[in-house]
């Protein structure tokens, strides 16, 4: 019960930017539990504005912006596929 109220409280992103990147994370051909788990890192690390600006970036340029590699590579060592 406790676990269920905790979970309530999340201080992630929203769940449409949830979604959104653990979609587009498993269309890449990834689990959805390695999925999740960058997801927090990102979470950790990103204000959710942060993590919609830079996602914009990288849609608008085709370039992974600074900011995602460095969150990616802490989730490559964090999160195993």
Same mark, same amino acid.
């Given at each position: 019960?406790?676990?269920?109220? /905790?979970?309530?409280?999340? #201080?992630g992103?929203?769940? &449409?930017?949830?979604?959104?990147?653990?979609?587009?994370?498993?269309?890449? $051909?990834a689990?959805?539990?390695?999925?999740?788990?960058? /997801?927090?890192?990102?979470? #950790?690390?990103?204000?959710? &504005?942060?993590y919609?600006a830079?996602?914009?970036e990288m849609?608008l340029? $085709?370039?992974?912006?600074?900011?995602?590699?460095?969150?990616?590579?802490a989730?490559l060592?964090q999160?195993?596929?």
């Amino acid at each position: 019960m406790l676990l269920t109220l /905790l979970a309530g409280c999340s #201080s992630g992103y929203d769940s &449409d930017v949830q979604e959104r990147f653990v979609n587009g994370c498993m269309g890449r $051909g990834a689990t959805r539990s390695y999925c999740s788990c960058m /997801l927090k890192v990102y979470e #950790s690390r990103h204000t959710q &504005d942060q993590y919609v600006a830079l996602e914009t970036e990288m849609r608008l340029t $085709g370039a992974i912006p600074a900011g995602f590699r460095e969150t990616m590579l802490a989730g490559l060592q964090q999160c195993r596929p």
